[in-house]
């Protein structure tokens, strides 16, 4: 082989990312998968497969399926399972990322029968709902013997899923990671004593927590269930003039607000539905501004937040440990600049998206190899 034919650049594999629905703009740890990992990607979407708009398998298929189901009573899998297959084919497929634990249930007999390497990739609440957990308690082992690997966002999560039934060496801890060029800029020594608080209104978030150990003003981001809730708990405080509600915002105006603030604060909990967080997104942005964090010692929490020296921790339900917390910055305006600095560098250190996308192609890259060696 010449020189020249040695390094000829290699075409990139073709990646096929299967999701419960398209992602939201705000989920950008899915984008980021779909849009920068160094492959051709295909997204394949729905519980009836579909690719853009337009489902995988024509109508006479669909209803061909609807008739056999309707006369032996059978389940959607041989549906879903012909549209992947179709899918594989016409893509070229050579490996397929599940987002989300459910997804790869649903996948996992289509990538057998094709002999595709399936990496699932869990994020919270596939790992710990219990009513998930329940529904999917004989799939998901099936699923981990199928699966060439099964990424884990955080250390928390990687031990609930070997319990569940994976084994040690298929399980990745790989958490997500930040565009740190789009943050930065907060300078919390040199602003007024605002806590900003980033999060969907939900239990797990806790967010009347956050809002009775408050100390000073909290702005709240987001939108939720719970937002109707917390918008009266706040009257009945007393604290409507010190708490903003401000919606949900996009990528841009979540990163103007965290420019202004001195801290990051979020209580999550495990809710009692048994939902937990990942590793939140909205900690790893505050940091990358350079933002001191307030949080509880909660799943993927305590993985990126060190304790005295990038934000301080609590346990979950603590609430007068968090005030004494918010208290404690927002009078000592020095120690909030020092922290936020501190966990500048951190993120920017350890949870660049580009170091975790790098990762997860790696290991993606492996399974693709041990496969076609097997």
């Given at each position: 082989?010449?020189?020249?034919?040695?390094?000829?650049?290699?075409?990139?594999k073709?990646?096929?990312?299967?999701?419960?629905?398209?992602?939201?703009?705000?989920?950008?740890?899915?984008?980021?998968h779909?849009?920068?990992?160094?492959?051709?990607?295909?997204l394949i979407?729905?519980?009836?497969?579909?690719?853009?708009?337009?489902?995988v398998?024509?109508?006479?298929?669909?209803v061909?399926?609807?008739?056999?189901?309707?006369?032996?009573?059978?389940?959607?899998?041989?549906e879903?399972?012909?549209?992947?297959?179709?899918?594989?084919r016409?893509?070229?497929?050579?490996?397929?990322?599940?987002?989300?634990?459910?997804?790869?249930?649903?996948?996992?007999n289509?990538?057998?029968?094709?002999?595709?390497?399936?990496?699932v990739?869990f994020h919270?609440?596939d790992?710990?709902?219990?009513s998930v957990?329940?529904?999917?308690?004989?799939?998901?082992?099936?699923?981990?013997?199928?699966?060439?690997?099964?990424?884990?966002?955080?250390?928390?999560?990687?031990?609930?899923?070997?319990?569940?039934?994976?084994?040690?060496?298929?399980?990745?801890?790989?958490?997500?990671?930040?565009?740190?060029e789009?943050f930065?800029?907060?300078?919390?020594?040199?602003?007024?004593?605002?806590?900003?608080?980033?999060?969907?209104?939900?239990?797990?978030?806790?967010?009347a927590?956050?809002?009775?150990?408050?100390?000073k003003?909290?702005?709240?981001v987001?939108?939720?269930?719970?937002?109707?809730?917390?918008?009266?708990?706040?009257?009945?405080?007393?604290?409507?003039?010190?708490?903003?509600?401000?919606?949900?915002?996009?990528?841009?105006?979540?990163?103007?607000?965290?420019?202004?603030?001195?801290?990051?604060v979020?209580?999550?909990?495990?809710?009692p539905s048994?939902?937990?967080?990942?590793?939140p997104?909205?900690?790893?942005?505050?940091?990358?501004?350079?933002?001191?964090?307030?949080?509880?010692?909660?799943?993927?929490?305590?993985?990126?937040?060190?304790?005295?020296?990038?934000g301080?921790l609590?346990?979950?339900?603590?609430?007068?440990g968090?005030?004494?917390f918010m208290?404690?910055?927002?009078?000592?305006?020095?120690?909030a600049?020092?922290?936020g600095?501190?966990?500048?560098?951190?993120?920017?250190?350890?949870?660049?998206?580009r170091?975790?996308?790098?990762?997860?192609w790696?290991?993606?890259e492996?399974?693709m190899?041990?496969?076609?060696?097997?």
């Amino acid at each position: 082989m010449s020189k020249t034919e040695r390094q000829k650049p290699q075409p990139k594999k073709n990646l096929a990312v299967v999701t419960p629905y398209i992602p939201s703009l705000t989920e950008t740890f899915i984008r980021s998968h779909i849009d920068q990992l160094p492959a051709n990607t295909t997204l394949i979407h729905g519980w009836r497969p579909s690719v853009g708009d337009k489902p995988v398998l024509s109508l006479a298929k669909l209803v061909g399926f609807r008739l056999i189901r309707t006369i032996n009573g059978s389940s959607l899998d041989r549906e879903t399972t012909a549209a992947y297959l179709k899918a594989f084919r016409r893509y070229k497929t050579d490996a397929v990322l599940a987002e989300y634990g459910e997804c790869g249930v649903q996948v996992m007999n289509a990538t057998k029968r094709a002999g595709l390497p399936l990496i699932v990739h869990f994020h919270g609440y596939d790992a710990s709902r219990l009513s998930v957990l329940q529904a999917q308690r004989e799939t998901y082992p099936q699923m981990f013997r199928v699966a060439s690997a099964v990424i884990a966002v955080s250390y928390a999560m990687r031990q609930k899923l070997i319990e569940l039934g994976a084994s040690p060496d298929k399980v990745h801890y790989n958490p997500y990671g930040v565009d740190c060029e789009k943050f930065g800029g907060a300078h919390p020594g040199q602003t007024p004593p605002l806590f900003l608080a980033v999060g969907r209104f939900t239990e797990k978030k806790a967010p009347a927590i956050t809002l009775r150990a408050f100390a000073k003003t909290v702005n709240a981001v987001g939108e939720g269930p719970l937002l109707e809730d917390c918008q009266k708990l706040v009257s009945e405080l007393g604290i409507s003039n010190s708490v903003v509600f401000l919606g949900g915002l996009d990528h841009a105006a979540v990163q103007s607000e965290m420019k202004k603030a001195r801290c990051s604060v979020q209580h999550s909990i495990v809710a009692p539905s048994g939902d937990c967080e990942g590793t939140p997104v909205s900690i790893l942005e505050a940091g990358a501004t350079g933002l001191p964090v307030i949080a509880t010692r909660h799943a993927g929490i305590p993985d990126v937040v060190i304790e005295g020296q990038t934000g301080f921790l609590v346990d979950e339900g603590d609430e007068d440990g968090m005030s004494k917390f918010m208290i404690q910055v927002a009078h000592d305006a020095e120690l909030a600049g020092r922290i936020g600095g501190t966990a500048r560098r951190h993120i920017s250190t350890n949870f660049t998206e580009r170091q975790r996308l790098g990762k997860l192609w790696e290991i993606i890259e492996s399974c693709m190899l041990a496969e076609r060696t097997n």
